[in-house]
């Protein structure tokens, strides 16, 4: 069995700390530094110095397991920074995917939510396992109803779907495309392009669909924008943007595409209305890569509060704040340390997905990936 770890091991891999990837990476000093001083006010009272002693032995752990089991551990941008310290790489969904895809590994440990695991399991295929710490929802996936899809699909029989990345497996087989919040809008315009006269359905983050469609020049008409939301972005309003501008008028606005303000936005960005010209539609890799490149010192995170650890670290001397820090998902923090360590010791949760559904998905991811 070929042992990416090891391989990674030797050729000196370090985490965000700049620790080597090894059980004595990892150091009590750092993480209770690092957790309280990027994190602290994120999970206020978690990181208490009982409970990471308790982190680092259980992370010390983890990196065994993930050595003697040949695992790959990659971990989301929202997972607690316990998570994204002992991951090998940290990222956006389809980012973490593709990550898994090029790596010759016969295990992954994704800490994400289940659509997630999924997507790399769809594209790994039988060349590796993949296991989760938990089984975590999505409430964009759970907002889709597949017999609405059919019946769409049954009226519009030549019609293009395209899902977003957040949707479950058989709902990628049903689809032709897939998109992610990084090239939305690139993928409805090809689809709209390549397609002429065909009607499209775009499903199922209606916000996400109206800023690809405001950001292509696809004929409105010919669009069907599913209904389906999630409960974290959506609650995300132009008041918290006012708010926002109001205290922090020199920050930039990272905003993920999802938040139910963002159409709204758009549009105010695109008449130039001021304070908006400082507004970037981002996914969330793409905030830390704007953040990095960009000359404002002050950015507001528009996005789920758990994507300003790795923000904070990565991106020293300047300063980020969470449009709300009741932007949490509940899914994404339903994986832990302790059940990630449970599942490399017990193999307990592996994602399976049916092989015909699988084809079906992965040709649909297939086609986003062949967009340039
Ligand atoms: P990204 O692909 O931008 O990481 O978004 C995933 C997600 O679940 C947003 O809520
Ligand atoms: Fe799903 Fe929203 Fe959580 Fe992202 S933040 S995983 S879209 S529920």
């Known amino acids: 069995m070929q042992n990416v770890v090891h391989a990674e091991t030797r050729d000196a891999v370090r985490d965000l700390n700049g620790s080597l990837r090894t059980p004595n990476g990892i150091r009590f000093e750092t993480w209770y530094e690092d957790f309280n001083r990027y994190a602290g006010d994120l999970y206020e009272g978690r990181y208490t110095r009982d409970y990471v002693k308790d982190l680092v032995e259980i992370g010390k752990e983890v990196r065994a397991l993930a050595q003697a089991k040949g695992s790959l551990i990659v971990a989301h941008n929202y997972q607690y920074p316990e998570l994204q310290e002992v991951a090998l790489e940290v990222g956006d969904s389809l980012g973490?995917?593709?990550?898994?895809?090029?790596?010759?590994?016969?295990?992954?440990?994704?800490?994400?939510?289940?659509?997630?695991?999924?997507?790399?399991?769809?594209?790994?295929?039988?060349?590796?396992?993949?296991?989760?710490?938990?089984?975590?929802?999505?409430?964009?996936?759970?907002?889709?109803?597949?017999?609405?899809?059919?019946?769409?699909?049954?009226?519009?029989?030549?019609?293009?779907?395209?899902?977003?990345?957040?949707?479950?497996?058989?709902t990628k087989a049903m689809s032709d495309y897939i998109c992610t919040s990084r090239n939305a809008a690139q993928v409805l315009q090809h689809a709209a392009d390549t397609n002429p006269g065909r009607r499209i359905l775009f499903l199922p983050d209606k916000y996400l669909g109206a800023v690809a469609l405001a950001q292509s020049t696809v004929d409105h008409d010919r669009v069907d924008l599913y209904d389906g939301a999630c409960h974290v972005h959506a609650k995300i309003g132009e008041d918290a943007l006012e708010t926002a501008f109001d205290r922090y008028p020199d920050a930039e606005l990272l905003l993920h595409p999802e938040c139910?303000?963002?159409?709204?936005?758009?549009?105010?960005?695109?008449?130039?209305?001021?304070?908006?010209?400082?507004?970037?539609?981002?996914?969330?890799?793409?905030?830390?890569?704007?953040?990095?490149?960009?000359?404002?010192?002050?950015?507001?995170?528009?996005?789920?509060?758990?994507?300003?650890?790795?923000?904070?670290k990565l991106v020293p001397g300047k300063t980020f704040h969470p449009i709300s820090f009741g932007a949490m998902c509940e899914y994404m923090k339903m994986n832990t340390l302790e059940k990630l360590r449970d599942s490399l010791e017990f193999d307990r949760i592996e994602v399976t997905i049916d092989p015909e559904v699988r084809e079906g998905a992965q040709a649909a991811i297939q086609r986003m990936l062949t967009i340039h």
């Open 96 to 170: 973490l995917s593709q990550y898994v895809a090029q790596k010759q590994t016969e295990r992954v440990d994704f800490c994400g939510v289940w659509f997630m695991g999924e997507t790399a399991k769809t594209i790994v295929g039988d060349r590796a396992k993949v296991y989760m710490p938990d089984k975590p929802g999505c409430s964009l996936v759970e907002s889709i109803d597949h017999e609405r899809i059919k019946g769409w699909m049954a009226h519009n029989p030549e019609a293009v779907v395209i899902s977003y990345i957040n949707t479950d497996a058989k």
């Open 260 to 312: 139910g303000c963002s159409t709204a936005c758009l549009a105010k960005t695109a008449s130039g209305s001021s304070p908006y010209g400082k507004s970037y539609f981002l996914s969330t890799e793409q905030m830390l890569r704007h953040a990095e490149t960009s000359a404002a010192k002050e950015f507001v995170v528009g996005t789920e509060a758990g994507m300003l650890y790795r923000l904070r």
